[in-house]
C-alpha cells in the first residue's frame, strides 16, 4: 500500500493551527478544504515500507520541512476562512 505521508502529517497538524478558528474546528468541509488546498500547495512524500515511513519522520524532524508545512496550513485556513465554500 502506497500512503502519502504529507497527508498523515496535515491531519496532525491541523488540530493545532485552527483553535483561533472555531468554525474549522467544527465543520468537517472546511476542515477537508483546509486540507486538499494545503497537500495541493505542497509536495506528496509517498512512502511505501517502514524504511520509507523512518525516511519521512526523520524529514518532519527538519525544523525548515515543519515550517514549511505550517505555513501551506495557515494560508489554506485562512483562504477556507475568507471564502467558505459552503452556505453558512
Ligand atoms: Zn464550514
Same mark, same amino acid.
Given at each position: 500500500m502506497v500512503v502519502?505521508? %504529507?497527508? $498523515? #502529517?496535515? /491531519?496532525?497538524? #491541523?488540530? $493545532?493551527? +485552527?483553535? @483561533?478558528?472555531?468554525? +474549522?474546528?467544527?465543520?468537517? !468541509?472546511?476542515?477537508?478544504?483546509? !486540507?486538499? =488546498?494545503?497537500?495541493?500547495? #505542497?509536495?506528496?512524500v509517498y512512502v *511505501? &515500507? /517502514?524504511?520509507? &515511513? #523512518?525516511y519521512a519522520k526523520? !524529514? ?6 515543519? *515550517?514549511? *508545512?505550517?505555513? @501551506? +496550513? =495557515?494560508?489554506?485556513?485562512? !483562504?477556507? %476562512?475568507?471564502?467558505?465554500?459552503? /452556505?453558512?
Amino acid at each position: 500500500m502506497v500512503v502519502n505521508y %504529507m497527508e $498523515s #502529517l496535515v /491531519d496532525h497538524l #491541523l488540530p $493545532s493551527l +485552527i483553535d @483561533e478558528n472555531k468554525h +474549522i474546528l467544527d465543520c468537517q !468541509k472546511c476542515q477537508d478544504d483546509v !486540507k486538499a =488546498i494545503a497537500l495541493n500547495n #505542497l509536495k506528496p512524500v509517498y512512502v *511505501v &515500507t /517502514d524504511k520509507g &515511513t #523512518l525516511y519521512a519522520k526523520a !524529514k518532519e524532524f527538519n525544523p525548515q520541512f515543519q *515550517v514549511d *508545512v505550517q505555513q @501551506e +496550513i =495557515i494560508k489554506a485556513v485562512d !483562504k477556507v %476562512m475568507k471564502y467558505p465554500q459552503h /452556505d453558512q
